[in-house]
């Protein structure tokens, strides 16, 4: 058990709808990172929230955005949905004193879109 | 443009023996690498790290090896087990600034091997 939690672990929709993922880091992490996993590319990093404050950004698209409350959990928000959109999605976290550099996941919410 | 590149989808090697999975990256400014093991419905757990200043690094029966002139890592597995059959993902990270926290430190995966140890 890593410590960082999400939910749902399961998700089923239609294209066109919105859905919301969270996430819960380890007690203590301050940084909180959102990764696809889709069948034909691998882990894809999205966006790094710090503190509250995004930090970073990758392969996120515009109908995506996340972000992270005063209690360090976060939430991507995925809109207008299309079937590529269907894969895993991981959060990690990270920022213990120490072990910054490592990312500890969560066991991933599967989306799947039909 | 794939820069973390794990050239062999799978590899399968027999309990007892020595497992070594590749990875290769292009981007020379990371400067940390990390080997992720992922189980099937589990997400990515980490397994050991090395940063650039290091040439190996060893954890039990895990060592990793890079060679930054190749701008190649190495993860030997020795002994392997059946219960190390699993998803290997090798990552990298690019600190362009240091500062203090978990500033901009994200991990650049590559497509991951899947190792079979058979018994």
């Known amino acids: 058990d890593s410590g960082v939690t999400q939910t749902p672990k399961h998700l089923i929709t239609a294209t066109g709808q919105r859905v919301t993922l969270r996430c819960s880091p380890r007690s203590g992490d301050l940084s909180v990172y959102w990764y696809q996993q889709s069948l034909d590319q691998g882990l894809q990093f999205l966006i790094q929230?710090?503190?509250?404050?995004?930090?970073a950004k990758g392969n996120i698209l515009e109908r995506f955005s996340a972000q992270q409350f005063p209690d360090l959990h976060s939430e991507l928000n995925l809109s207008s949905l299309e079937l590529g959109d269907s894969a895993l999605y991981f959060c990690?976290?990270?920022?213990?004193?120490?072990?910054?550099?490592?990312?500890?996941f969560g066991p991933g919410t599967r989306l799947t879109v039909l | 443009d794939q820069q973390v590149k794990q050239n062999s989808p799978s590899l399968s090697v027999q309990e007892g023996r020595i497992s070594i999975l590749n990875c290769d990256y292009t981007n020379s400014m990371f400067d940390y690498f990390l080997w992720y093991k992922k189980y099937p419905a589990e997400g990515p757990t980490f397994l050991i790290s090395?940063?650039?200043?290091?040439d190996k690094n060893e954890d039990g029966r895990f060592t990793v090896f890079l060679n930054k002139s190749a701008k190649h890592l190495s993860l030997h597995i020795v002994p392997s087990q059946p219960g190390d059959s699993a998803v290997y993902f090798c990552a990298a990270i690019y600190h362009p600034s240091k500062d203090s926290g978990g500033s901009n430190y994200k991990l650049t995966f590559g497509k991951g091997t899947l190792l079979t140890v058979n018994p």
């Open positions: 090395i940063s650039s200043i290091k």
């Open positions: 990690a976290s990270s920022g213990l004193a120490g072990d910054v550099d490592t990312q500890y």
């Open positions: 929230y710090y503190n509250g404050e995004e930090r």
